[in-house]
């Protein structure tokens, strides 16, 4: 069984993380879906609201788990059965750090491999962060986000 890694802050889940999802669903027999717990990292949503609503947020994909972890994506994937980490590409300019990022994971674990997929164009400026700040200002997020989430962060950003 080939297992994938799909690690993230995922702070909120967008549409453009669910498109590289749905593909690496196609590609892979199983994909882990691990919302990654950073306590230095100050998060918006909790790990374990950011894991419900990505459960609210994949219907219809089966093979696919979520999950949350702390510490190097390198050890989870291992703990994991994983032999590949997903990540996710925007745009141009997410290659280089993407691309440091995947040569340290496999100077930690040469069995491991990053693979890349990119997002349709229609998502490919979507952000987490662009989301909460249109979100904080009362805008319109629907079109970036999944109903679930656009409606959690309506009621979080009412409160």
Known sequence: ?????????????????????KTGSEIFDKVIIAVSQNSEKKSFLTAEERVNLIKLSIGGLENVEVDSFEG????????????????????????EYEMQLSQTNSALSEHIKTVFL??????????????????????????????????????QFAK
């Open 72 to 95: 190097l994506t390198v050890e989870y994937a291992k703990l994991k059965g994983a032999k590949v980490i997903l990540r996710g590409l925007r745009a141009v300019s997410d290659f």
């Open 118 to 155: 990119i997002t349709k164009p229609k998502y490919n400026f979507i952000s987490s962060s662009t989301v909460k700040d249109i979100a904080s200002f009362g805008g319109d997020i629907s079109k970036f986000v999944p109903e679930s989430v656009n409606d959690y962060l309506k009621k």
């Open 1 to 21: 069984m080939k297992i994938a890694i799909y690690p993230g802050s995922f702070d909120p889940i967008t549409k453009g993380h669910l498109d590289v999802l």
